[in-house]
């Protein structure tokens, strides 16, 4: 695949594949990941994080950080690899209004993590119509909790595990450190990540509108227990919420309910707001030759600071 640089000619020369892909009616997701260059991570793909078939997940590894652990391995091999440090890691939930998504449609996500000097995670998880709600929350905290566990063995550093996400996955990002119940059931706790980080997520949402949105989430008394606002103490970990003030999908209210409860009750929060921008556009403006550099700067300000 090409490598695209940061050069107006190059950046021109992606923009014509773009519409020439556009033009041959390829997805979206599809166009993204075509002008994606394959250099400078590798891709460990499908490794299990279960037994069941939707629990799998898709590991990017930058290149530098293969060469300093061969380096560190070489250096230190009486030492305990539980014990050596490694790279931040970002485990990323697509999303997909909880009935769609595959791991394998968000290369652009982890090209950009990993152009950063951060490892990427991709876990597929269990949608409607298979599981509802709360079940569709047991397998990312399942992957979670493994990629905590592993982080060492692929680079990474288990004490700078960060959970992201983009619309759905930024809700199931944000109720795994809000609420406890989740990652208790993996023995773990919200404490045990270094900070989470939210794409366009809806967090507030209620009332329901959709009829399968009304079915994914149960009775009316239930409904009130899927929102991550609901769930805010002020002893939650770091989290960053991103929002574009265009999005006509998710509300942008959600992300600033979410951040002035959190902020109220004393807990660490941070809002980044980018005009002009929509509910898509808060993922693909990740994607290269698309990439607006000040999102991804955010992100990496963000992790490099907790």
Known sequence: M???????????????????LLASACSPVNILNAVISDKGYRLSSGVAYGELAR????????????????ESQDKTANTSQATRKGLPVVVFFYGGSWDSGDRGSYKFIGEAITSQGFIAVIPDYR????????????DPAQAAKWVKLHAAEFGGDPERVFL????????????????PEFLAQQASQPGDFAGMIGLAGPYDF?????????????????????????YVTGHNPPMLLMVGDKDGTVWPRNT?????KIKAAGGPVEVAEFAG??????????????????????????????
């Open 127 to 138: 949608v409607y119509p298979e599981v509802l709600f709360p079940d569709f929350m047991q």
């Open 206 to 230: 209620l009332p329901l509108k959709s009829e399968r949105l009304k079915t994914i989430f149960g009775d009316q008394e239930q409904r009130p227990k899927s929102q991550p606002i609901n």
């Open 277 to 306: 921008y929509g509910h898509i556009d808060m993922a693909a403006k990740l994607a290269k030759p698309l990439r607006d550099q000040r999102m991804l700067e955010t992100i990496t300000a963000f992790i490099k600071q907790h």
């Open 55 to 70: 629990q799998r997940l898709d590991i990017y590894t930058p290149n530098a950080a293969l060469t300093s652990q061969h």
């Open 164 to 179: 992201a996400g983009h619309s759905a996955g930024a809700h199931i990002a944000a109720m795994l450190v809000l609420d």
């Open 256 to 260: 600033y309910n979410l951040a002035a």
């Open 2 to 20: 090409p490598d695209f640089a940061a050069t107006p000619a190059r950046l021109y020369t992606g923009a014509l594949i773009v519409m020439g």
